[in-house]
């Protein structure tokens, strides 16, 4: 019994893969450093890791500052009531943002 468990686990881990991440910026602005996350309505919220701010790009390219006081954003996502939560790196903290 155990040898079939462990073969078990042997095939099971074979069939399972691992996922690659990596940052790409194809954005013209220099601002856009780290994560990028779009809302229901298409618009596009990006973290510069190097700033202060995180920004908000709408449909039609307008680029603006969403929200800012942050020490180095960068991990972003929204919850099912739309609140954006940033990861401030350099202040160890997860803040909620609403609109």
Partial sequence: ???LLLLSLSLFAGL???QYVTT???FPDPRVTDAVIADQHFN???SDFNGTSVYKR???G???VFASGFDS???LAFDSQENLFVVDFGGS???KVSY
């Fill in 1 to 3: 019994m155990k040898k």
């Fill in 16 to 18: 399972t893969q691992a």
């Fill in 24 to 26: 790409v910026n194809q």
């Fill in 44 to 46: 596009l919220f990006i």
């Fill in 58 to 60: 709408d449909p039609s």
């Fill in 62 to 64: 307008t680029l603006s």
């Fill in 73 to 75: 954003p960068n991990g």
């Fill in 93 to 95: 903290a997860i803040y």
